[in-house]
């Protein structure tokens, strides 16, 4: 074992317990590691069912018992089986004066279930995530496409410049019976000015047919 890590106490879990709900608190382990306090928890999943996200409440208490920190975890993209111990890949950092805790069920998910502990009874709400999912998604697909609205629009405008420019570059000796070095300068300001605005009108091209692709990979998805 790393000279980093401690084991400081461990044992039972004797705090209060949520009647009725069905996930609670087992085992846990106070740690040391490179100088800093954690805790880790051992859940016991009681239901039929298995759960990917759990909320609860972790209050510290020292060692006259009296609570001096409380903290929300949420713990999310797990997997707790039906009737199985389930121990998070995380240990929760805890002050040095912590000895004790006593952690509060708040909710737990299975599916598109949400199973949330209010007043001493456990209530169950369809989160229905699936159409949140498509609610995001549509929120996204509308920001690309005002992005790429704006890119087509600045595309127009330098077309439009870059035409007007090569009008000028060639049209603009003509009407000039001595050319004179001045006149001569302006063209070949012109010329340079319009290969600088081809090639950033080249890459804008490619930057919007990149978009164009994103946008309808992501629909198509």
């Known amino acids: 074992?790393?000279?980093?890590?401690?084991?400081?106490?461990?044992?039972?879990?004797?705090?209060?317990?949520?009647?009725?709900?069905?996930?609670?608190?087992?085992?846990?382990?106070?740690?040391?590691?490179?100088?800093?306090?954690?805790?880790?928890?051992?859940?016991?999943?009681?239901?039929?069912?298995?759960?990917?996200?759990?909320?609860?409440?972790?209050?510290?208490?020292?060692v006259q018992g009296q609570e001096i920190y409380k903290e929300k975890?949420?713990?999310?993209?797990?997997?707790?089986?039906?009737?199985?111990?389930?121990?998070?890949?995380?240990?929760?950092?805890?002050?040095?004066?912590?000895?004790?805790?006593?952690?509060?069920?708040?909710?737990?998910?299975?599916?598109?279930?949400?199973?949330?502990?209010e007043n001493d009874e456990v209530l169950v709400r369809y989160t229905n995530t699936l159409d949140n999912k498509f609610s995001t998604r549509r929120k996204h697909y509308c920001v690309q496409r005002k992005k790429l609205n704006r890119k087509v629009k600045l595309l127009g405008w330098i077309m439009v410049l870059s035409i007007f420019l090569i009008f000028l570059a060639t049209i603009f000796p003509f009407f000039i019976s001595d050319i004179c070095p001045a006149i001569i300068r302006l063209v070949v300001f012109l010329v340079r000015l319009f290969v600088i605005v081809c090639d950033y009108l080249f890459d804008l091209a490619i930057d919007i047919l990149r978009e164009i692709v994103r946008y309808f990979e992501n629909t198509r998805a």
């Open 73 to 117: 975890i949420s713990l999310e993209g797990i997997y707790c089986g039906a009737g199985a111990m389930f121990t998070p890949n995380t240990c929760f950092p805890v002050q040095n004066k912590c000895v004790d805790f006593e952690v509060k069920m708040i909710s737990a998910f299975s599916g598109d279930y949400e199973y949330r502990l």
């Open 1 to 62: 074992m790393s000279n980093n890590f401690q084991i400081i106490s461990k044992g039972l879990y004797r705090g209060t317990v949520d009647k009725g709900f069905l996930i609670e608190v087992k085992e846990y382990v106070f740690t040391r590691q490179k100088g800093k306090k954690f805790l880790l928890l051992r859940f016991l999943n009681e239901s039929k069912n298995s759960f990917t996200a759990m909320h609860f409440w972790l209050i510290q208490k020292d």
